[in-house]
């Protein structure tokens, strides 16, 4: 461990990185089958909101408020699964597990960031699935491009201002004791677990900002789908009910795999014992979310699987085009 020595303190050395311990419990396993799953994970979850952005932006189909918020949410999965899994990945094939102190502060304040998107992102979402079934003749109206991109744009400045009060009050901690982390990423608590700063105030205050940034947003999804369903039940017609249902399906399947493991790592109380429920929640929220949206998009979602087709048509138009064009030259 790298280390500055502190003149006015005896015995004691300012932490320069930290060691990312990740999952102890499965230390006795090799580590080529834990890199090659998640090497596999961050494949699918690149490849499925990948698919899903080109599918918003090319096909005109598409060109809708929903789906324009959904190519923002595979555009937040991408950045998320990026911050954690590649490193990951390293410290598997290499067996390194140190990371330097700015490059973790710089990890949590990115998750954190993230994160508050996707809570504002999907009560956005939830919102817009309330005025398409309760308020449809209104719905072009209110929900226009320039709201939408508003909308976007103030969800990603507010949360990087707000995760930008943490980072800069998690960089004024003293680190001199442990730099050991338990925990395979750098999340907030955890990294202000190690320091040997007085940390009770900033604590106090993290967990009301944290209640600010999620709490709202909550709110707004829970009671949009509150209305969503009492809009529902109005429909007098069983086909109508289950069409207005599919529409906002997905979206609630995502919103409950979402907050279902948000709130599970936070219910759980912190204590060395339950470390490894904290990993296996946070292995939802982190890195199996993103990968698992963009699925429940497109296997549930009929307009997103037409525009797949046609696009899969349209490229083999175009690969039939050029084999054809390229026996032709041949000749």
């Known amino acids: 461990m790298q280390a500055i020595e502190i003149p006015e303190t005896k015995n004691q050395t300012l932490v320069t990185e930290f060691i990312l311990l990740g999952f102890r419990h499965l230390q006795d396993m090799k580590t080529i089958p834990l890199f090659t799953l998640f090497l596999l994970i961050y494949i699918v979850t690149m490849a499925g909101n990948i698919i899903l952005i080109l599918l918003v932006t090319i096909d005109s189909h598409l060109h809708t408020p929903m789906y324009f918020f959904l190519g923002n949410l595979s555009y937040l999965e991408i950045c998320c699964s990026s911050n954690i899994l590649p490193r990951m990945l390293y410290s598997f094939l290499t067996g390194r597990k140190t990371i330097s102190v700015n490059a973790c502060f710089m990890q949590e304040y990115v998750f954190g960031s993230l994160g508050s998107v996707e809570c504002y992102l999907l009560s956005v979402m939830s919102y817009d699935r309330y005025l398409a079934i309760g308020k449809p003749l209104h719905y072009a109206t209110v929900m226009s491009s320039k709201l939408c991109l508003q909308l976007i744009v103030t969800s990603w400045i507010s949360s990087v201002l707000l995760s930008s009060i943490t980072l800069i009050l998690i960089s004024q901690l003293v680190f001199c004791a442990s730099n050991e982390i338990d925990?395979?990423?750098?999340?907030?608590?955890?990294?202000?677990?190690?320091?040997?700063?007085?940390?009770?105030?900033?604590?106090?205050?993290?967990?009301?900002?944290?209640s600010v940034i999620t709490f709202p947003p909550f709110t707004l999804t829970l009671t949009s789908y509150i209305f969503i369903i009492a809009a529902i039940m109005r429909i007098?017609?069983?086909?109508?009910?289950?069409?207005?249902?599919?529409?906002?399906?997905?979206?609630?399947?995502?919103?409950?795999?979402f907050y279902g493991t948000l709130i599970s790592i936070y219910v759980i109380p912190g204590n060395n014992r339950l470390n490894g429920l904290h990993k296996v929640f946070s292995i939802f929220y982190t890195i199996l979310t993103p990968m698992v949206n963009p699925i429940i998009y497109s296997l549930r979602n009929k307009e997103v699987k037409d525009a797949l087709r046609r696009l899969t048509s349209l490229l083999l138009v175009k690969t039939q085009k050029k084999i054809r064009y390229s026996n032709r030259s041949m000749f």
């Open 236 to 257: 007098p017609s069983t086909t109508g009910k289950q069409k207005a249902f599919s529409t906002c399906s997905s979206h609630l399947l995502v919103v409950t795999f």
């Open 183 to 210: 925990h395979y990423f750098c999340d907030t608590f955890p990294l202000i677990e190690l320091s040997c700063s007085d940390t009770h105030i900033l604590k106090l205050f993290l967990y009301v900002l944290s």
